[in-house]
């Protein structure tokens, strides 16, 4: 089965921080997978998920990692398919660590990276990219976006 977003993480352990991403995808109606993928304890895993990325279908990858996080860019280096990097909160550095390793990228292999624990936003970006070609899409996002906005009071109350 074809689907339009990948999201990865280098463990189970990153998945109650990826799976707000998930959420976003479930919310606005977007086909995805969820795959464990480590950069060091699966490196030929995620090998073979670059290289069949685009051949599968896939449009965006949302790739979560803590720590050495080294999944995001390694996957950008391996396909062209735009990659949302999320950094995982960590115990030790609390996710500077993770943040450092997804964002300072060499000039060519860009990875969009969102906030420490940002998965959720990674699943709006994702979502933001694939509406540029999908009007239905765009419309559902554009409602999404206006229901937040309402959502938001005008003033502050004590309650
Ligand atoms: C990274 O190491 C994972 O992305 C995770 O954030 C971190 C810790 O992994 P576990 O030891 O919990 O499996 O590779």
């Known amino acids: 089965m074809t689907v339009d977003v990948g999201i990865i993480m280098?463990?189970?352990?990153?998945?109650?921080?990826?799976k707000l991403a998930a959420e976003i995808l479930d919310e606005l109606g977007i086909t995805y997978e969820t795959k464990i993928v480590s950069a060091h304890r699966t490196p030929d895993r995620l090998w073979d998920y670059g290289k069949t990325a685009a051949d599968r279908g896939l449009k965006v990858i949302i790739a979560g990692a803590g720590g050495a996080a080294h999944l995001p860019g390694m996957m950008a280096s391996k396909t062209r398919i735009p990659v949302v990097g999320v950094p995982v909160q960590t115990r030790a550095l609390s996710g500077v660590d993770s943040l450092?390793?997804?964002?300072?990228?060499?000039?060519?292999?860009?990875?969009?990276?969102?906030?420490?624990?940002?998965?959720?936003?990674?699943?709006?970006?994702?979502?933001?990219?694939?509406?540029?070609?999908?009007?239905?899409?765009?419309?559902?996002?554009?409602?999404?976006?206006?229901?937040?906005?309402?959502?938001?009071?005008?003033?502050?109350?004590?309650?």
Request: hydrophobic fraction near 50%; proline fraction near 7%.
């Open 10 to 18: 280098g463990s189970q352990s990153d998945w109650p921080t990826m």
């Open 100 to 159: 450092y390793s997804i964002v300072q990228m060499p000039r060519g292999f860009p990875v969009a990276t969102m906030a420490i624990g940002g998965a959720a936003n990674a699943g709006l970006m994702a979502a933001q990219i694939l509406a540029v070609t999908d009007a239905a899409l765009a419309d559902r996002v554009d409602a999404w976006r206006d229901a937040l906005s309402d959502s938001i009071p005008d003033a502050p109350s004590d309650d």
